[in-house]
């Protein structure tokens, strides 16, 4: 994509929506692996549209993604723990995003875009761990199932015979979430080589038909004014519905 010269362009913006969208719709498609990995890991392509738009767009707008697809999914399907997933997912994109952004962003070439993955993948996946180690594990078990560890236990039985409370991290952390999310990072990231400049061409024709060259400068500005504020209460607006979710219907 092209440098701009203002970062809240119309065209940023609505790449920005688009993705955050199509990566929230693809998070609510999530489904189990139950033959490799426990039925609480669950699998989606929502990595695939937030890789290619912080690659095209750089770190910030990839974190902004992060925070459209959360806020989409919240809205659609709420959320069935407190919040604490949802962080965990916020912490685990922003992982992979503002390493693999900024270093994609300083070196704009193919062993650049593979160095940004390989960085961004070993973030992300230490993220994840770090996160089920003292975020979501002790949730679910502390206060989900009121210090229960069988209700956690029994489902890693059927992959895991002889796991135990004792043995629980190990096998977790490091036969499950560790291949896990590295699988997740490379079919994204494969994906992502694949298409990415075929998507650059695309969000740079959309710029050309939303900011032509030799517009009225005035008139841009205050277009991407307008948009951005339209963006801002659009989001506020979904927060707002995924708090009154959480606090009315469920």
């Known amino acids: 994509m092209k440098t701009k010269s203002r970062f809240f362009s119309t065209t940023r913006i609505v790449m920005i929506a688009l993705f955050g969208a199509l990566a929230g719709l693809l998070h609510i498609a999530k489904f189990p692996l139950p033959f490799a990995f426990p039925g609480f890991l669950e699998f989606d392509f929502s990595d695939i549209p937030l890789f290619i ?15 459209v697809k959360l806020l989409v999914k919240l809205v659609c399907i709420g959320t069935s723990n407190m919040f604490v997933g949802e962080l965990a997912n916020l912490l685990i994109g922003f992982g992979f995003v503002i390493p693999a952004g900024l270093l994609y962003k300083r070196f704009r070439t193919w ?35 009121q210090g229960n560890w069988e209700l956690l236990l029994d489902p890693m039985q059927k992959l ?17 979430v560790l291949p896990f999310n590295v699988m997740r990072c490379l079919i994204a990231g494969v994906v992502t080589f694949v298409v990415y400049k075929h998507i650059s061409r695309f969000i740079n024709r959309i710029g050309e038909r939303l900011e032509p060259k030799g517009g009225d400068e005035k008139g841009v500005r205050t277009r991407d004014v307008v948009v951005t504020a339209v963006c801002i209460a659009v989001v506020l607006l979904l927060v707002l519905f995924a708090l009154l979710r959480y606090f009315l219907w469920e």
């Open 160 to 176: 895991f015979p002889s796991i135990t409370q004792a043995t629980f991290y190990r096998f977790y952390l490091w036969v499950s």
């Open 53 to 67: 738009g912080t690659f095209a767009l750089g770190p910030i707008s990839g974190c902004l993604i992060v925070v």
């Open 111 to 145: 062993k650049g875009a593979l160095l940004a993955m390989g960085v961004g993948t070993l973030s992300s996946v230490a993220v994840a761990i770090l996160a089920n180690r003292f975020l979501l594990i002790p949730f679910y078990v502390n206060i989900t199932f």
